[in-house]
């Protein structure tokens, strides 16, 4: 069974240029999530989709940022525009369920520089 | 916010030592979880412990909790070179949402 993809696994761009992140979660699993992980530092959510429905967005810094997930299954986070701050790894994940007792599993994660 | 905090922040130890690594966390809890993260294969998904269970076992793996001291403890025996990554605790929510918080890790070197 093939895991969470991520593309593109790595992108620099220069501040100020829009920048879009793709995942495609495990078949059949419903809740999907989109972190942030910054260098020595453990993921901070982002954004939870149940199906197409984000859930949970609180985090979601919502000037710059949009997320979408079509159809319920693959999902786009993008930055637009981008700031030297956002250089962190973008990791998505899935699961079958949302509740803490799912285990999730997680994609490669994009690695995005802002020079 | 920040719920789950690892213990020690980095720990070195010789091939075939055990690593014992800690999680305290601060408001009550439904379920802990263990994640590992390496450069080669991400963020990987180690045990689930339940509020209800003091403790689990998975091959070398032996997971703890303590729901009066809300503490876990995640300890690997006979350590091996490829368990040299980052371990992350997770843990639900302050309030019990739906969402898991993870810590900042602990950085497990084990040298050959």
């Known amino acids: 069974e093939a895991g969470v993809v991520q593309s593109p696994r790595y992108k620099i761009i220069e501040k100020k240029q829009p920048v879009a992140f793709w995942c495609n979660p495990i078949?059949?699993?419903?809740?999907l999530y989109w972190y942030l992980q910054n260098l020595g530092q453990g993921p901070e959510l982002l954004i939870r989709y149940e199906n197409e429905e984000a859930v949970d967005d609180s985090q979601l810094p919502k000037d710059r940022f949009s997320a979408e997930r079509l159809k319920g299954v693959d999902s786009t986070l993008k930055i637009q525009p981008a700031e030297l701050g956002d250089s962190a790894v973008y990791l998505c994940a899935s699961s079958l369920g949302a509740a803490s007792d799912y285990e999730q599993y997680f994609g490669p994660g994009t690695r995005l520089t802002v020079t | 916010s920040q719920q789950g905090e690892e213990d020690p922040q980095a720990l070195s130890i010789q091939e075939g030592e055990n690593a014992t690594m800690n999680c305290s966390y601060k408001?009550?809890?439904?379920?802990l979880q263990w994640y590992r993260q390496n450069s080669g294969r991400g963020l990987v998904h180690l045990i689930l412990i339940r509020s209800n269970e003091r403790e689990k076992h998975s091959g070398r793996l032996r997971v703890t909790l303590d729901t009066s001291k809300k503490s876990s403890s995640l300890l690997i025996t006979a350590s091996r070179a490829a368990d040299t990554a980052s371990y992350f605790c997770a843990t639900d929510a302050e309030g019990g949402s739906e969402k898991l918080v993870f810590g900042k890790g602990t950085k497990l070197t084990v040298n050959p």
């Open positions: 078949s059949g699993h419903n809740t």
């Open positions: 408001t009550s809890i439904n379920n």
